[in-house]
């Protein structure tokens, strides 16, 4: 894969809770994902792109419950399907194409996003360093240039990072 644009984790190093995605593509990339307890049993993460809330995850009972990406709804289980192997999610886009995460072998907390079996089309790092826009906490590689599926690749990726994260 070419990785043709990269963008930084910022903020909190939690995937559900103040994690900020900045950075650049084809125009500034600015997404932040900010969660609020309604209730002791349920919550709502905003997702926000330039300050506009783009979509919404409503947890239940702790765990996974209904996504909204604009105007579509989905459950949330279907964003993280098992995948081609049981290190492997699937989520199903918008545009009708099944995409898949891979944690990678070599470092656990890192993924690679997938658009085929072969076909590698992002990779995740969880890495700190200092960064043209200050200290990240990760960074996405990724070589296409859709808004959508970017937006839901975040999604699903931070679905698995929180589902790895709580076991």
């Known amino acids: ?17 103040g994690c900020i995605v900045i ?15 309604l209730s002791p049993s349920s919550a709502r993460t905003t997702i926000s792109s330039n300050r506009s809330p783009v979509a919404a995850l409503d947890w239940l009972n702790g765990g996974l419950g209904v996504a909204t990406i604009g105007d579509r709804e989905i459950p949330m289980a279907h964003l993280v399907q098992q995948g081609s192997s049981t290190s492997a999610r699937r989520f199903p886009s918008a545009d009708g194409r099944q995409y898949e995460w891979r944690k990678c072998h070599a470092d656990p907390r890192s993924y690679e996003l997938f658009s ?32 959508l599926l970017l937006l839901e690749a975040l999604i699903a990726l931070n679905l698995n990072r929180w589902l790895d994260w709580t076991g």
């Open 1 to 17: 894969m070419a990785h043709s644009f990269e963008i930084y984790f910022t903020g909190r190093d939690d995937p559900r809770n």
């Open 23 to 37: 950075g650049e593509d084809t125009k500034p990339v600015f997404f932040e994902f900010e969660t609020q307890y």
């Open 116 to 147: 085929g079996p072969n076909t590698r089309i992002a990779k995740f790092q969880k890495l700190s360093q200092a960064t043209p826009i200050g200290p990240s906490h990760g960074t996405l590689q990724y070589s296409f240039s859709h808004d």
